[in-house]
């Protein structure tokens, strides 16, 4: 059946029986839910039905809502609007996302819905089938992977922001906001060279952060002058970390810049093992600062504005369920902060860490 085909009969369901749900829709016609979403969304600009939580109702009389309106149904009576958010784990870094996210959601009297997908692409999908289901008439998404967009992403029924996932310049359909890694790993890198480093080893563990991380080193190497023979490694797992840290002292690197916080504790642990000192034989800068301040010699961190990032993608969501689809689109970087501590400047000279972002 083709869709033309689907949406008609859509509509005779609906005049035989005043409205219909979603998941009954897909069941009965075979598709996936998502199809039936995109049906119902299209008919409902149209103005031949009204698009509500888990499927459609018949227009009332005297209903004049526009064709081609993108707007989201409007809430029943009483019931509090809600976004939803998937995020690919529950750790750390993304617990404050969430904090950021469920705060400006409050702030504007809107319900926030979480989905986990535990990095699993085909949950993804599922998860936010879920969110929609829950009557989320906006989503906040960071998918498993960073690229590129997944292809049912552009089809959802409900306006999307991408949150900590850049995407090319070319999907001008896709809004994001996200941290500035390449600008964070800059940062760490010149306040390095400003110590005196050039021979920075740069260890990350693959993540879509770690990539950006070493495109950020190869903007300022040569602008800072870096010496570049030195290891600058992504690594899928931990296993080859003391060989990695074996290479690169000797290779006589006097800094390393460790994504993330765990790498970076336990770089700073084997270096304390071989009786080296943080910072006078080895400065250290993470790349997260979930828990780097917490190390036995705290560690200077680059830390993302994670909750800034969230909160600018609720606004941005926000504006465009008011808005709908307009012309406009927006990609958001926000910039990092670096916060220094005893792994880069001990305590002869210790700067004053910048006071905290509240949420």
């Given amino acids: 059946m083709h869709a033309a085909q689907r949406q008609d009969a859509i509509l005779q369901l609906l005049r035989r029986y005043g ?97 986990v997908s535990r990095h699993d692409q085909q949950e993804d999908l599922i998860q936010a089938e879920r969110l929609l289901d829950a009557g989320a008439e906006g989503l906040l998404l960071t998918p498993s992977a960073a690229a590129p967009v997944p292809a049912w992403a552009p089809t959802l029924p409900v306006p999307v922001v991408f949150v900590e996932r850049r995407q090319p310049v070319d999907v001008d359909l896709i809004e994001y906001v996200a941290s500035d890694h390449e600008l964070g790993a800059v940062q760490a890198l010149r306040h390095l060279a400003e110590l005196g480093h050039r021979k920075i080893a740069v260890i990350t563990q693959t993540t879509p952060t770690s990539a950006l991380i070493h495109r950020g080193y190869q903007m300022v190497a040569d602008a800072i002058g870096l010496d570049k023979d030195v290891p600058r490694v992504d ?50 800068v993470a790349y997260d600062d979930v828990f780097a301040a917490l190390a036995d010699i705290p560690i200077t961190a680059v830390s993302p504005p994670r909750r800034a990032i969230a909160r600018t993608g609720v606004e941005m969501l926000l504006r465009r369920m008011r808005a709908g689809d307009g012309p406009i689109k927006r990609h958001v970087h926000l910039m990092p902060t670096l916060r220094v501590r005893t792994s880069t400047m001990g305590e002869r000279a210790p700067l004053p860490a910048p006071e905290r972002e509240e949420a």
């Fill in 19 to 115: 409205s219909v749900r979603v998941t009954a829709l897909a069941e009965r016609f075979k598709v996936a839910q998502l199809t039936i979403r995109r049906d119902i969304a299209l008919l409902h600009e149209r103005g031949d039905l009204v698009r509500v939580h888990g499927g459609a109702v018949l227009p009332r009389p005297g209903d004049d809502a526009p064709a081609g309106a993108a707007e989201p149904a409007a809430p029943r009576p009483g019931k509090q609007r809600a976004i939803g958010m998937l995020v690919p784990a529950a750790t750390l870094y993304f617990h404050e996302l969430i904090r950021g996210a469920q705060a400006a959601a409050a702030a504007h009297h809107v319900r926030l819905v979480v989905g």
């Fill in 235 to 284: 690594m899928f797992s931990m296993d080859g970390l003391d060989d990695v840290l074996e290479e690169a002292l000797s290779a006589g690197v006097t800094a390393v810049l460790a994504h993330s916080d765990d790498v970076a504790i336990a770089v700073q642990q084997r270096l304390l093992s071989r009786g080296l000192a943080v910072p006078d034989d080895v400065a250290l």
